[in-house]
């Protein structure tokens, strides 16, 4: 295990490093390096993880044995025995990551849009036509995708059997200490018990944006077109507040009016983001997170935008990958990305294995905690906005919240139950677009902008398809994050409605976080999260406790009006 993890730790490091660079400045010779790194690790870390098989029925100490599963679930597609195989499987990574990160809608040969421009788009226009266009157009990226994506899963579920999993899924629902039928029972609970609420939330969104575009954009099934909810996969439907706010209420303030206005540049959003951490009594970046990160896009070469954070050599070389817009969305995602750097560096003197967090939804959650602590309260605290908005506007407030957080969970059950069916080969090539959009209208209530056949590919338009990242993690943040939000809120003394907490500048709710951070993955999550939140179980009722006043609000609006939508 010495030895393990020692070559993995250094052959980690290379590929970081060249992922760095392709990812940071796509071409030939940059995807070479990536593929190549890639290659070395995946191989390695599946001959050592074949070799581990012989020790599977020992009785070892609990720590060696987690080292020895986190061995076998290194490699999120691992390498097949056959080297010829692995090599092909490492480009094929490459190459669909690549090819996102290049994509582009070229509507003719001299008008060609970037997902940020299409992106945009989608959050400011108010045409439907418009937003058609985009939505359709970003979608004429991924067909190119299918057969290789097709090969990616073949070869990724050979490198997965020779582990002994049943095939990539099943490798994936491994890393949760319980099993994968447990983990996909839990993720179902938890989906049943928030579904109320997101269809309160569904319904009432519908009969506003009827009021804008007009009846007939809904048919008798009830189904959202997801080019009208101001976000490219309709994951998160805050962009379009304007058209759903309360009429009634007191209007809120508008968060990206409030940068603009007080000349908010990339870099001091990010600075604004790391001192919500040191407040906390946590370190500043190092001087090299400044130098090294890319913070926005080059204007003269091609890269991967979707926003990551990176530890490239495990010794403080912490950046982010970023090409940040001045605005509400993107002012969030950058507490998610610091979260991720934070995490990092905690758990730093961790063992290899161990540097980790204690479930990769942990991972995607510290940021966001931290975000939810962004309050009129905290915004007033450090200048951005004068007036803060009495308990008249606590509706509206919460209405914001839940077209960000509420509106994400199906989408972030959808992504990887299409995923797991393609693995198992439950869902066959042939379907793949089929049983995508099945799955948008059972969990999301949402339907396609225009008519969509298997001449195309929609899963391979959203990134973590082809940069092959698991996505029930974020399903999972989305939970836990309120469940330590509710802790540290609770340990701060905070009194009154739970959305109107901030533990800004508390070094206690700093400590007790970065506490549970620095353990990383050398425990099982319940043991994180007990020293967390005080519990051991994964639970909606802290989102809900949230929500509780919007979920009233919404059912008094919603009465005498249908809720839910017909899928099949
Ligand atoms: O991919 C991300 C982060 C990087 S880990 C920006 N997120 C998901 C997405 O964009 O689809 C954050 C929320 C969900
Ligand atoms: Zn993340």
Request: glycine share 6%.
């Amino acid at each position: 295990m010495d030895k393990a993890e020692t070559s993995l730790e250094a052959l980690g490091r290379r590929s970081a490093f060249s992922s760095w660079a392709m990812q940071t400045n796509i071409n030939y010779s940059t995807e070479w390096l990536a593929g190549d790194a890639d290659n070395a690790y995946s191989a390695e870390a599946a001959k050592l993880a074949h070799e581990a098989r012989k020790y599977d029925k020992l009785k070892l100490p609990a720590d060696l044995k987690r080292k020895f599963l986190a061995l076998k679930l290194t490699v999120t597609s691992p390498a097949p025995p056959d080297p010829k195989e692995q090599k092909e499987l490492s480009d094929a990574k490459v190459w669909l990551d690549s090819t996102y990160g290049k994509g582009k809608y070229c509507a003719t040969p001299e008008k060609c849009q970037t997902l940020d421009d299409l992106e945009e788009t989608l959050r400011s226009s108010r045409n439907p036509t418009v937003l058609l266009d985009a939505w359709q157009g970003w979608r004429t990226i991924s067909p190119p995708m299918r057969p290789r994506y097709q090969r990616f899963v073949e070869l990724s579920n050979k490198g997965s059997q020779d582990l002994g999993f049943k095939d990539t899924a099943d490798l994936w629902r491994s890393g949760y200490d319980m099993t994968p039928e447990q983990f996909s029972a839990e993720l179902d609970r938890l989906d049943s018990q928030m579904k109320p609420l997101y269809e309160a939330l569904h319904a009432y969104v519908r009969r506003r944006l009827q009021d804008k575009y007009g009846s007939d954009i809904i048919g008798a099934d009830g189904l959202i077109p997801q080019q009208l909810t101001g976000n490219m996969w309709g994951q998160s439907w805050e962009n379009i507040y304007d058209l759903v706010k309360a009429p009634s209420q007191t209007p809120s303030f508008d968060l990206t009016k409030r940068l603009v206005a007080n000349k908010y540049d990339e870099k001091k959003m990010v600075e604004a983001g790391e001192g919500f951490f040191t407040s906390l009594g946590l370190e500043k970046l190092p001087a090299t997170f400044w130098e090294r990160s890319m913070l926005t896009r080059p204007r003269d070469r091609e890269v991967v935008c979707h926003a990551s954070a990176w530890d490239v050599e495990n010794s403080q070389d912490l950046r982010i990958k970023m090409c940040i817009k001045i605005n509400a969305e993107d002012y969030v995602t950058i507490h998610h990305e610091l979260g991720h750097n934070y995490y990092q560096r905690a758990y730093e003197k961790q063992p290899y294995f161990f540097r980790g967090s204690a479930n990769d939804g942990f991972h995607e959650a510290l940021g966001d905690t931290i975000a939810l602590s962004v309050t009129p309260e905290y915004l007033k605290q450090v200048g951005l906005i004068d007036k803060v908005p009495g308990a008249e506007g606590d509706i509206d407030l919460l209405l914001q919240k839940a077209l960000e957080k509420v509106a994400f969970q199906p989408f972030g059950l959808l992504v990887d139950k299409w995923r797991w069916d393609v693995f198992s080969g439950k869902t066959k090539p042939a379907d793949y677009n089929k049983a995508w959009w099945a799955l948008v209208r059972k969990y999301q209530g949402m339907k396609p902008g225009n008519e969509r056949t298997e001449e195309q590919f929609d899963p391979g338009a959203k990134y973590h398809i082809p940069g092959n990242t698991p996505y029930a993690r974020y399903f999972l943040a989305n939970v836990y994050q309120f469940q330590f939000y509710r802790a540290l809120c609770k340990q701060v003394g905070h009194t009154g409605p739970l959305h109107r907490c901030s533990f800004y500048g508390d070094k206690g709710a700093g400590k007790r976080l970065n506490d549970m951070m620095a353990m990383g993955a050398s425990r099982p999550w319940p043991d994180a999260l007990e020293a967390a939140t005080g519990q051991r179980e994964l639970d909606a009722t802290a989102i809900l406790e949230y929500f509780a006043p919007l979920k009233v609000w919404l059912d008094e609006q919603n009465k005498g009006r249908s809720v839910g939508w017909k899928a099949e």
